[in-house]
């Protein structure tokens, strides 16, 4: 059908009142549906047919572990966008983190070299944290 890029969810009812047509909407779960009957859409077909496709649908399955994602953060704040936060700082507010942190640098290192040293030290908490280890590097 032409056109059909522009619709997302579709249905095909069997029974009831929109019985024969094709409903389709723009959006899932979303806004009004649109009917196509079955003329309306062999005069848009040109007399081609047209067959009700029969996807392959598969059922969800069930994890057996958690996933866990810990925050890592040294002060156990809210942050939940540390590293992002980081790549934001200047040079001098990421050698205030890694002296909160306790962690050596070389003065003369530059931005990248430090963030790197404190995104090594973020994932090494975050490691901790799931094994559930409470020290930090």
Sequence with gaps: MAGISNWFEFQWPVDGEFSGFVRCRALPNFGKWND????????????????????LISTHTNTDSKWIIPLPSINHDSSQNEIARIKRLTKNNIKEELDKRSLYYDEKENRPELIAILNENIACETINKIAGNNYFF
């Design 36 to 55: 196509f009957s079955s003329s309306t859409i062999s005069k848009s077909m040109k007399g081609d047919e047209q067959y009700r496709p029969n996807p």
